[in-house]
């Protein structure tokens, strides 16, 4: 069965520094990898996507993720890290042998910045 | 920008009582998805629509049912609440093109609380 899986519970970071969210997939075939964000108390909103193409996907307020196919791996990351960024991460994956629509979510990851 | 609303914020409700959970989004998607989201567990998919009157049962349908009349509205029910579904209700939608490779986006969540 398909699946995504966050290995980290919470990630603490210095603001200033490089972050990086992971997200590992297991699946035959070609994945479409999504991340989003959630602040508290709100929903979760689109950061960036792999369709095809080129592994390195930017998206939004400065975060990219590296497709890696040899190692199942879609990690979040963004050079400068800033206390606005602590939130809640999800990864999310739709597969070929599913429902083309739906996505399955990975468990989360609890991003902490200080100052 | 898209809009996805859900009708309410929080909601306390009794044991054995009906619950009607509204969702409506402004953008003209097919698609259509409840969510419900616990600590450590991510999202998962109670039940998703693809197009008015159709629905499918995601990964946790059991004492759930939907309604989708109009191409806008996904209504979550709640048939008798019981405790064990506390929890943060999260409404998505999602255009039908690409087989997939669709973002979802979600509302805002309502925290719904049985007693």
């Known amino acids: 069965a398909q699946s995504v899986a966050q290995p980290e519970d919470q990630v603490n970071v210095a603001e200033g520094n490089p972050l990086t969210v992971k997200c590992t997939y297991s699946v035959s075939g070609n994945p479409y990898l999504f991340w989003y964000v959630q602040y508290p108390n709100r929903g979760l909103q689109f950061l960036l996507k792999?369709?095809?193409?080129?592994?390195l996907v930017k998206g939004s307020y400065g975060f990219e993720a590296e497709f890696n196919k040899s190692q199942t791996s879609f990690h979040l990351k963004k050079p400068s890290a800033l206390v606005s960024d602590s939130a809640l991460y999800f990864c999310a994956g739709s597969f070929p042998t599913g429902t083309a629509s739906k996505l399955t979510f990975g468990t989360g990851t609890r991003l902490q910045v200080t100052l | 920008d898209v809009k996805v609303t859900q009708s309410s914020r929080y909601l306390v409700k009794r044991t054995g009582e009906k619950v009607f959970l509204e969702c409506v989004q402004d953008m003209d998607h097919e698609n259509m998805f409840w969510y419900r989201q616990d600590p450590g567990l991510g999202l998962r998919l109670i039940y998703f629509s693809y197009d008015v009157k159709m629905k499918e049962k995601g990964d946790i349908p059991e004492g759930y049912s939907v309604s989708r009349e109009k191409k806008e509205r996904f209504s979550l029910i709640l048939e008798s609440a019981s405790t064990n579904q506390t929890s943060m209700y999260l409404c998505?939608?999602?255009?039908?093109?690409?087989?997939?490779?669709?973002?979802?986006?979600f509302g805002d969540g309502t925290r719904l609380s049985i007693l």
């Open positions: 792999y369709i095809t193409g080129d592994n």
């Open positions: 998505a939608s999602s255009f039908y093109i690409g087989g997939g490779n669709q973002p979802q986006h």
